[in-house]
């Protein structure tokens, strides 16, 4: 097969095969994948990288995951959450900054109950209107969505982390249920967020062929941001002794999906920045066309550990953002601080 040529047939059919899947994410060089994906993206977005300004509310979670290290049985993390006055103290920084997309993410943690989310929202949105404001805050009841979109809530983030139900269970408890997760997600479409999905690539038990079914549902759920980076173990969690997952395959999945739709919203998230130095430009010069530094309490975000030797941890809020517009630059690009709506 050739690269070029099964690049374009997808991108121009929208369909692709298994084996032409596993064609692309199995080259051993993969520049000619790399520049088709980042060709489309320079089409659409020209050389401006849009910047989210993440603050992390919660290291408490309810939940078990088998591979996050906020998991609800592990002794040695530190919980910690922000009042809303603490968050509405970061998103002031944020919007100091002249950012215009706020992230709030957190653990699956039942302190925030609907109504103070709600509060949450429209207090940071009488205040900043130009301001988009996504979410990330996990697996909520309908009506819970319903009132955080009513109360200006934008976008709302919530990884699928696999399409395949088998695997899904390798992943999370029992009580996790892949059915209530794809239930989350088509909500938040029918609520007309601008829905993002996405998964770990290298995670423990993955085949290429979940791989695959992972690019099925995002042709399928036409999502308008996808999350994705490699798995990094965590040294409290159930999988500490798993292998990582490797840049290669993450910046090949990065393209794929790139191609996929050329117009989403796509991170080049912290984890490709922790497995390798660099490894957010590598992102953007595989299609991806936004960054999320980290705006968040010091304190917090130190102690919110999802994996091992996350970068950005120690750094003080605007060396976070700002080293970000030289890096970029090196790499011929530049920040924008626009919503930069799907």
């Known amino acids: 097969m050739d690269v070029k040529k099964v690049c374009q047939k997808f991108y121009e059919t929208k369909k692709i095969s298994l084996e032409e899947f596993s064609f692309l994410y199995n080259l051993e060089d993969y520049r000619d994948l790399n520049a088709f994906a980042r060709n489309l993206s320079l089409k659409n977005f020209g050389n401006k990288i849009f910047i989210r300004g993440l603050v992390e509310i919660s290291t408490y979670c309810k939940n078990n995951c088998l591979y996050c290290g906020l998991r609800r049985d592990n002794k040695n993390m530190t ?54 404001l996504t979410l990330s805050i996990g697996e909520r009841p309908f009506e819970d969505y319903k009132a955080f979109k009513k109360a200006g809530a934008d976008r709302f983030l919530l990884r699928h982390e696999t399409n395949d139900e088998d695997h899904y269970r390798l992943l999370h408890p029992k009580k996790m249920s892949f059915k209530n997760r794809m239930r989350c997600l088509n909500d938040l479409k029918s609520l007309s967020y601008q829905a993002g999905c996405g998964m770990m690539i290298g995670s423990p038990y993955q085949k290429p062929e979940n791989l695959y079914k992972d690019l099925l549902l995002i042709l399928k759920f036409k999502p ?79 102690n919110y550990k999802l994996y091992d030797g996350k970068i950005g941890t120690a750094l003080e809020n605007k060396d976070d953002f700002y080293s970000l517009s030289s890096k970029v630059a090196a790499i011929g690009y530049e920040l924008s601080l626009v919503r930069g709506d799907y």
């Open 224 to 302: 308008q941001m996808v999350g994705l980076g490699p798995f990094i173990a965590q040294k409290d969690s159930p999988f500490k002794d798993f292998a990582n997952g490797t840049l290669d395959s993450t910046l090949k999945i990065l393209s794929i999906v790139r191609i996929a739709d050329e117009k989403l919203l796509l991170p080049a998230t912290t984890a490709l920045g922790t497995i390798r130095e660099g490894g957010r430009e590598l992102g953007i010069l595989a299609g991806a066309n936004v960054l999320m530094p980290n705006i968040g309490d010091s304190k917090l975000r130190q």
């Open 79 to 132: 919980r910690m959450r922000l009042e809303k006055d603490q968050i509405l103290k970061r998103v002031e920084a944020g919007a100091a900054m002249g950012i215009h997309t706020i992230v709030l993410q957190g653990g699956e943690d039942p302190y925030y109950t609907k109504d103070l989310m709600t509060d949450i929202i429209s207090v940071i949105k009488n205040s900043h209107p130009e301001m988009a």
